[in-house]
C-alpha cells in the first residue's frame, strides 16, 4: 500500500478522534472564571487556610483552563461583579448584609456553582454567626446550625458514599485527610432528599479528637464531610482548619491542608464539575 495513503489516512482519522475530554464528558477546554471571598479574621487557622488556599488554587487554575480571583471585599457580592464568573467560592464565612444574600441566592438560583468550606456553613444562635438566613443554612447547605466539633485538628479517614458522582471519581474508596476540625451539624442529612452525601467519617477514625474536653473527642456516630445538594450547582466540604501551635502562643502552622494529594484531587474534581456541567 502506498506509504503516503496510508499516512494521510492515519491523520484523517486522528482528526476524528475527540481529544481533550474530561471525565464528566464534556471538554476540559471550555474555560470558566471562579471568584472567592474569604474575610481572614479572628481565627488564625482560618487565615492560614484562607492563604493556603489561595495560593493552590490560583496554582490549578493555570493548569486546569480557568481563572481564579478571590477578595475579601464583600460588597463585591453582587448581580453586576458575580455576572463575571460561572463558579462562587466561600473559604471561610458567610455574607452578612441582606443584599449580598439576595445576591448570592439569586445568583445560585439562575444557575450559578459555588463550593463552601469548613466555616462557611457556620451558624450557631447565639454567636457572633447566628442562624438567621433560613436558605442558606436550611435549604442551601441543609446542616442547619453547627451543634459541635473535634479537638485538636486530626486526620481522619473518609468514606466515599457515591462512588459514581463526578467530584470522588479516580478516588479510592477510602482515604486519609489532612489534619483538620471536624464540624458536627444540627440536622440529619441523610434524611433530606435534596442532599447527596459524598464523603463521611469512616469508623475506623475513632476515637477522633485528642480534646482536652470529652466533648471534643467522637467515638461513635455518623458524620458526613462532603454534600451536594440536587437542586443547585453546589459542594460544601468540611475541610478548611489548619493546626496551629496556639498552646506557645506562636501561632505556628502544624498542618497544611493541601498537603494531602486525594483531598486536593477531591477539591479539583468539585471545581472542574461546578464549571463544566450542569447539576
Not at 23 to 33: D, H, I, L, T
Not at 142 to 156: E, L
Not at 174 to 202: M, Q, T, V
Not at 209 to 235: F, L, Q
Request: hydrophobic share 40%.
Amino acid at each position: 500500500m502506498n506509504l503516503r495513503f496510508v499516512f494521510l489516512k492515519i491523520v484523517l482519522i486522528g482528526w476524528c478522534i475527540p481529544v481533550h475530554q474530561s471525565s464528566y464528558g464534556q471538554s476540559v477546554n471550555r474555560k470558566f472564571n471562579v471568584i472567592a471571598f474569604y474575610t481572614a479574621k479572628n481565627d488564625q487557622a482560618h487565615i492560614s487556610f484562607v492563604h493556603e488556599a489561595n495560593r493552590w488554587l490560583a496554582q490549578i487554575a493555570q493548569h486546569h483552563n480557568f481563572t481564579y480571583d478571590s477578595t475579601k471585599d464583600w460588597t463585591n457580592l453582587n448581580s453586576t461583579f458575580l455576572a463575571r464568573y460561572q463558579v462562587v467560592l466561600f473559604l471561610d464565612t458567610r455574607p452578612e448584609a441582606i443584599d449580598q444574600r439576595e445576591a448570592f441566592e439569586s445568583f445560585m438560583k439562575h444557575g450559578g456553582a459555588w463550593m463552601g468550606f469548613h466555616f462557611a456553613a457556620f451558624a450557631l444562635t447565639p454567636s457572633a454567626y447566628p442562624q438567621d438566613w433560613d436558605w442558606y443554612h436550611n435549604q442551601f447547605i441543609g446542616a442547619g446550625q453547627y451543634k459541635s466539633n473535634t479537638w485538636r485538628p486530626t486526620s481522619a479517614i473518609l468514606k466515599i458514599e457515591d462512588k459514581d458522582h463526578p467530584v470522588v471519581r479516580n478516588l479510592p474508596g477510602k482515604f486519609k485527610s489532612a489534619p483538620n476540625e471536624w464540624y458536627c451539624w444540627e440536622k440529619d442529612l441523610r434524611k433530606n432528599p435534596a442532599i447527596k452525601i459524598l464523603l463521611s467519617i469512616d469508623s475506623s477514625s475513632f476515637p477522633l479528637g485528642t480534646g482536652p474536653k470529652a466533648s471534643e473527642i467522637w467515638y461513635h456516630g455518623y458524620y458526613p464531610v462532603v454534600w451536594a445538594n440536587k437542586n443547585y450547582k453546589m459542594i460544601y466540604i468540611n475541610m478548611g482548619h489548619n493546626d496551629i501551635d496556639y498552646e506557645h502562643k506562636t501561632n505556628k502552622e502544624l498542618s497544611f491542608q493541601f498537603d494531602n494529594e486525594a483531598q486536593n484531587q477531591l477539591i479539583l474534581n468539585a471545581l472542574l464539575w461546578l464549571g463544566t456541567t450542569g447539576h
